[in-house]
Every structure is written in structure tokens, then in C-alpha cells.
């Protein structure tokens, strides 16, 4: 089974209105990040966060961990059109790094 | 910087034939990882290679696939006699150090379609 999974699978909003999906995973972990991959292309790293801290933001995104309830959340505030994307968390857990990816988040934003 | 660069970025192969895929790092990466998307699920890591030497290839199926990342060119991922199954999207990441903890830099993939 998959280290990281994501809820809900799909999440169809407003432009302006915020999107909020979560990451559980199921082992101890080093560092979770959050990726964004736009259909037909790679993906994109938008946010890591270590296992000691508990909020990041980078711009529009809010990035929490729960290391007692083995769960991160991603938050895009004020959505547009152009963050459609499937988003997908990825824990690292290895000794070296190896990305465990949940199945993703289909957002659509649309206008 | 070009970034990872990945080719061809679509292939089209007949079954039992060879598949090839090239990974060219960014500059400055020594550290190359090969994961397997198929069509509505996540990246499945498959290798992990640093010049010359295969870390760790957890993720790659025992038979057919076999990957390599040469003193000098690309890092290459090879699949021998293609079944319809291995029709997926196949990405290449490449970072500076191992643990690098500015996430991975990833290409825009290859898409393998087996007929």
C-alpha cells in the first residue's frame, strides 16, 4: 500500500475560494513535500517540510504536519484558474531520500 | 540552467520490442531517480543511480528493465521486450546531494505506449 494518501481524490472550486486537500502516511518520516503536476507534464516541487517543524508557507500555499497523527494538509488560498493541477505528497522515509507519492488531488478551479 | 531533460517525450513501441529512455541531469547533479507513473496513480520510484553505480533498485522489476548512469551522457533507462503493461509515463529527478532538502527536480517525462 501507498505511504501517503491523499483526501479527496478530487475537488472541483470557485476562483478566489481556498482548496484544501490532506496527505496520512503510515511510517516515521524525514521530510513531506508537496508536488503539482499539470496534466500531460512532470511534476513540480512546490513544498517540503521537515518532520520537526509544523507550518511553512510559500506565497498562496499554507503547509501543515502532524507527526502524532501522521497527516499533512496543503491549502491554496484565493485559487485561480491556472492552479488546476493534480497535487500529490510524497514522504521521505529512507535513508537517502527515496519519494513514496500518494495517488493525488485532482484540483479544478474554474472561473 | 535547462533543467532535467528527458527524451524522446513520447514512444511508441511494439510489443517485444526495446524502449530506451534518456535522462539528462541538471548541471551540477550527480544523483539521477527513475519513477513510473501509470495512468490515474502516483510516481512509483523504480531506481536510484549516482554516477556509474546503482544505489538502490528496489523499485525495478526483476526482469527487462535495467538502468545505468555512465561516467559521461545521460542516465538510461532500458526496457527489453515491452509488454502492454509497461505502458506508463516514466520520470527522471536528479538532485545535487543525497537528502537534498529542497525537494527534487523533476523532467517532464517520457510516455511509453506499448501496441
Known amino acids: 500500500s501507498q505511504q501517503g494518501e491523499e483526501d479527496p481524490q478530487a475537488l472541483s472550486i470557485q476562483e478566489g475560494e481556498n482548496a484544501t486537500m490532506n496527505c496520512s502516511y503510515k511510517?516515521?518520516?524525514?521530510?513531506l513535500q508537496w508536488y503539482r503536476q499539470n496534466s500531460g507534464r512532470g511534476l513540480v516541487h512546490l513544498i517540503l517540510?521537515?518532520?520537526?517543524?509544523r507550518e511553512k508557507h510559500s506565497g498562496r500555499l499554507r503547509v501543515t504536519l502532524d507527526t502524532s497523527k501522521k497527516s499533512s494538509s496543503l491549502l491554496i488560498t484565493a485559487s485561480r484558474a491556472a492552479d488546476t493541477a493534480s497535487y500529490f505528497c510524497a514522504t521521505d522515509a529512507d535513508s537517502w531520500g527515496k519519494l513514496q507519492f500518494g495517488a493525488g488531488t485532482q484540483v479544478v478551479v474554474t472561473p | 540552467n535547462a533543467g532535467v531533460m528527458q527524451n524522446p517525450r513520447h514512444l511508441v513501441r511494439r510489443r517485444g520490442q526495446e524502449a530506451r529512455l534518456r535522462c539528462s541531469p541538471m548541471?551540477?547533479?550527480?544523483?539521477v531517480y527513475w519513477y513510473r507513473q501509470l495512468p490515474e496513480e502516483g510516481l512509483k520510484f523504480m531506481v536510484y543511480?549516482?554516477?556509474?553505480?546503482?544505489?538502490?533498485e528496489s523499485g525495478m522489476p526483476k526482469e527487462r528493465f535495467s538502468a545505468e548512469f555512465p561516467k559521461e551522457g545521460p542516465s538510461i533507462l532500458r526496457i527489453q521486450q515491452v509488454v502492454r503493461g509497461d505502458s506508463a509515463a516514466y520520470f527522471c529527478?536528479?538532485?545535487?546531494?543525497?537528502?537534498?532538502?529542497?525537494?527534487?527536480?523533476f523532467g517532464s517525462g517520457t510516455r511509453l505506449t506499448v501496441v
Open positions: 548541471k551540477g547533479h550527480s544523483h
Open positions: 529527478a536528479s538532485s545535487e546531494t543525497v537528502l537534498d532538502n529542497y525537494g527534487y527536480t
Open positions: 511510517t516515521s518520516i524525514n521530510n
Open positions: 517540510i521537515r518532520s520537526n517543524e
Open positions: 543511480l549516482q554516477k556509474e553505480n546503482i544505489i538502490d
